[in-house]
């Protein structure tokens, strides 16, 4: 098991300032109006199964508690424990399962103020372990990972006094197919998440059918079952996805806006704030409209595009952050060689290129509603799958079926 930094960043900068968007390392301006704090200690989460799958269904609820900045677990009722102390080698973890409901079945625990996940396990417990640095999050790309032929998945999410905040992740893996919800204050709900119709084998089967060695995404377990096809940056740590797969498409970005300019418009509801990028031996410098740089970009390789980090990073500021968002955003759909004004906003055009993130194509592609958290910055132009509501009534999970 890996303490390596995920790419699905769950966290929260000071409450009541800024909410993250679990899942994307984006926030979003949140109100401090008292009458907008009357969101509750805890909201009940129905988790529903519908997968048709017999085996025992163990839930979990790990995070950090927002009025502490401690991290810990959550029992049914919403209490919070905290973790006890790690060790250099990581320690066990106390067991902070949930059995889960059997087929066709429902069960309701509460969620806290908690920025964290809803982990969820079939036919075995997951193995969390404690590290001096806190939890260690099961990295199944790593072979010896103890969780590596469980099959399980996780839903990410932010409960503050402004809101809830839930969504589906796709960012570390396709796994065990899974939709979200919320029910607003007027009893109406928003889910998002849910694949059609043979969508979750379809997903599969464009993988392996997909060439380059998009295929080595998928991992199975020695009986055979499909436990779950990797996100592509962790593929190529794997060494399951070639780590030049990117490599001609960036190269001919770069080519393009040697001689053209690239326009960035990181915010929609600022769209005076522009930067124009041209390319400069090996580096992609952008400017503001007084003409000065304001940041700089190395030639990314495939996992940066994939990670939306290293050389595509992108801190919580006002320019290089929101910049590399949109860069990101466009390598991974592969609009930039179509528009050079971005984000693009419609995703008519999106992953039209023979080089692009299949995998995310792929689960978009077969998603109800066409949204998705293919990558860590999915959410530009609001393609990601996330709902909120600033007076949550209740949350859903629901467990979808396999097929």
């Given at each position: 098991?890996?303490?390596?930094?995920?790419?699905?960043?769950?966290?929260?900068?000071?409450?009541?300032?800024?909410?993250?968007?679990?899942?994307?390392?984006?926030?979003?301006?949140?109100?401090?109006?008292?009458?907008?704090?009357?969101?509750?200690?805890?909201?009940?989460?129905?988790?529903?199964?519908?997968?048709?799958?017999?085996?025992?269904?163990?839930?979990?609820?790990?995070?950090?508690?927002?009025?502490?900045?401690?991290?810990?677990?959550?029992?049914?009722?919403?209490?919070?424990?905290?973790?006890?102390?790690?060790?250099?080698?990581?320690?066990?973890?106390?067991?902070?399962?949930?059995?889960?409901?059997?087929?066709?079945?429902?069960?309701?625990?509460?969620?806290?103020?908690?920025?964290?996940?809803?982990?969820?396990?079939?036919?075995?417990?997951?193995?969390?372990?404690?590290?001096?640095?806190?939890?260690?999050?099961?990295?199944?790309?790593?072979?010896?990972?103890?969780?590596?032929?469980?099959?399980?998945?996780?839903?990410?999410?932010?409960?503050?006094?402004?809101?809830?905040?839930?969504?589906?992740?796709?960012?570390?893996?396709?796994?065990?197919?899974?939709?979200?919800?919320?029910?607003?204050?007027?009893?109406?709900?928003?889910?998002?998440?849910?694949?059609?119709?043979?969508?979750?084998?379809?997903?599969?089967?464009?993988?392996?059918?997909?060439?380059?060695?998009?295929?080595g995404l998928v991992q199975t377990r020695s009986d055979g079952t499909v436990l779950r096809a990797l996100a592509p940056g962790h593929g190529i740590?794997?060494?399951?996805?070639?780590?030049?797969?990117?490599?001609?498409?960036?190269?001919?970005?770069?080519?393009k806006y040697a001689t053209s300019t690239l326009t960035v418009t990181p915010f929609a509801h600022q769209p005076s704030v522009k930067y124009y990028g041209r390319v400069s031996g090996n580096v992609m410098n952008f400017t503001n409209g007084a003409g000065?740089?304001?940041?700089?970009?190395?030639?990314?390789?495939?996992?940066?595009?994939?990670?939306?980090?290293?050389?595509?990073?992108?801190?919580?500021?006002?320019?290089?952050?929101?910049?590399?968002?949109?860069?990101?955003?466009?390598?991974?759909?592969?609009?930039?060689?179509?528009?050079?004004?971005?984000?693009?906003?419609?995703?008519?055009?999106?992953?039209?290129?023979?080089?692009?993130?299949?995998?995310?194509?792929?689960?978009?592609?077969?998603?109800?509603?066409?949204?998705?958290?293919?990558?860590?910055?999915?959410?530009?132009?609001?393609?990601?799958?996330?709902?909120?509501?600033?007076?949550?009534?209740?949350?859903?999970?629901?467990?979808?079926?396999?097929?």
């Open positions: 098991m890996s303490a390596r930094h995920r790419r699905t960043r769950v966290r929260l900068v000071p409450l009541l300032v800024t909410a993250a968007l679990v899942g994307t390392g984006v926030t979003v301006a949140v109100s401090s109006d008292p009458v907008e704090a009357a969101v509750p200690a805890t909201i009940p989460l129905t988790f529903t199964n519908n997968s048709g799958r017999g085996e025992q269904v163990y839930v979990y609820n790990l995070g950090t508690e927002l009025s502490t900045g401690r991290q810990g677990w959550a029992d049914a009722n919403g209490t919070f424990h905290p973790w006890p102390a790690g060790g250099s080698v990581p320690v066990p973890a106390p067991d902070a399962s949930i059995a889960g409901p059997a087929a066709g079945k429902s069960m309701t625990i509460r969620l806290p103020k908690f920025s964290g996940r809803v982990y969820f396990s079939y036919g075995r417990k997951l193995d969390f372990r404690l590290a001096t640095g806190g939890l260690v999050q099961p990295a199944v790309q790593n072979p010896s990972d103890p969780n590596r032929d469980i099959l399980f998945n996780w839903s990410e999410y932010t409960l503050n006094d402004a809101g809830l905040w839930l969504n589906s992740t796709q960012v570390d893996m396709v796994s065990a197919p899974y939709s979200v919800g919320v029910k607003r204050p007027d009893g109406s709900v928003a889910n998002t998440g849910r694949l059609k119709p043979g969508g979750y084998r379809g997903f599969f089967d464009a993988l392996r059918a997909q060439p380059g060695g998009w295929g740590e794997a060494g399951a996805l070639p780590a030049g797969v990117m490599n001609d498409y960036v190269n001919r970005v770069w080519s000065q740089v304001v940041t700089s970009f190395q030639k990314p390789d495939s996992d940066s595009v994939f990670g939306c980090y290293k050389l595509l990073d992108a801190p919580n500021d006002q320019v290089r952050g929101p910049i590399s968002r949109t860069l990101c955003a466009g390598y991974n759909r592969s609009t930039l060689l179509t528009n050079p004004n971005q984000p693009d906003a419609s995703s008519a055009g999106f992953y039209k290129d023979a080089v692009t993130n299949h995998y995310s194509r792929a689960i978009h592609e077969r998603m109800v509603d066409g949204k998705a958290y293919g990558f860590a910055f999915d959410d530009v132009g609001a393609h990601e799958s996330l709902v909120h509501d600033g007076s949550p009534q209740q949350a859903y999970v629901t467990l979808d079926p396999f097929d």
